[in-house]
């Protein structure tokens, strides 16, 4: 199917733990961003990306790793994820620095 | 730095009531200005977006004009339904640097019959 995706849709996992949250897009969008959703927080940018194997840092990239070694997958890893990492994860594409199309998101609660 | 101020929620509007939500920004050069929409459980989607001052952007009875004078670029819709009952981001992009989109903190509206 065209467009961007994420998996899982939704994750529960503990403290301490490793957990990647995977995104994929089909238009070959250049641009590949990472965001978290929080109450009172809006959407902060975690990491985004320009091209495959360049990465920059967002907002609130601490605690998170990204790669891109192909243009249309861009993981979030959350090395040892900690309770303040629950959050609605959105992955979003451009080719632009223009209109971004955004992914379903992904609900991960850490325990 | 760049940032976009939004009207704080929740609005609560009866169906067919004019709607407005209060959109400001603070930028360097000339941004293009974008409102977008997330529904319950979606992610966020492109409502509509101007790219130049006077520039009005439309879409689903939903408009904005870009003020270059007042710094401003509000969401109006004529006469609201439930199914706009959502949360709207408003965002910048300085269209030129190595910038991504700055996103409002989004204002949540409850549309009921």
């Known amino acids: 199917d065209a467009g961007i995706t994420q998996s899982p849709r939704y994750k529960i996992t503990e403290t301490g733990r490793q957990v990647t949250l995977m995104c994929h897009q089909t238009?070959?969008?250049?641009?590949m961003f990472w965001y978290r959703q929080d109450l009172g927080h809006g959407l902060r940018l975690i990491y985004y990306s320009a091209a495959a194997d360049i990465t920059d840092k967002g907002e609130v990239p601490d605690g998170y790793v990204v790669s891109r070694s192909k243009t249309e997958n861009f993981p979030l890893t959350l090395e040892s994820a900690t309770r303040s990492q629950t959050s609605v994860y959105f992955c979003?594409?451009?080719?632009?620095?223009?209109?971004?199309?955004f992914g379903p998101g992904t609900r991960l609660t850490v325990l | 730095g760049d940032s976009v101020t939004q009207m704080e929620g929740p609005v609560t509007l009866s169906e067919e009531a004019f709607l407005t939500i209060n959109c400001t920004y603070t930028?360097?050069?000339?941004?293009?200005l974008f409102w977008y929409v997330q529904y319950p459980g979606e992610g966020l989607q492109l409502l509509l977006k101007?790219?130049?001052?006077?520039d009005k952007g439309s879409n689903k009875g939903f408009e904005a004009t870009y003020r270059k004078e007042t710094t401003s670029f509000h969401l109006e819709k004529g006469s609201v339904q439930v199914s706009d009952s959502a949360v709207y981001f408003c965002?910048?992009?300085?269209?030129?640097?190595?910038?991504?989109?700055?996103f409002g903190k989004g204002t949540r509206l409850s549309v009921i019959a």
């Open positions: 238009w070959s969008h250049s641009y």
């Open positions: 930028a360097t050069g000339y941004p293009s």
């Open positions: 979003a594409s451009s080719e632009l620095w223009d209109t971004q199309y």
């Open positions: 965002a910048l992009s300085l269209n030129s640097g190595n910038t991504p989109l700055v």
């Open positions: 101007a790219t130049k001052a006077d």
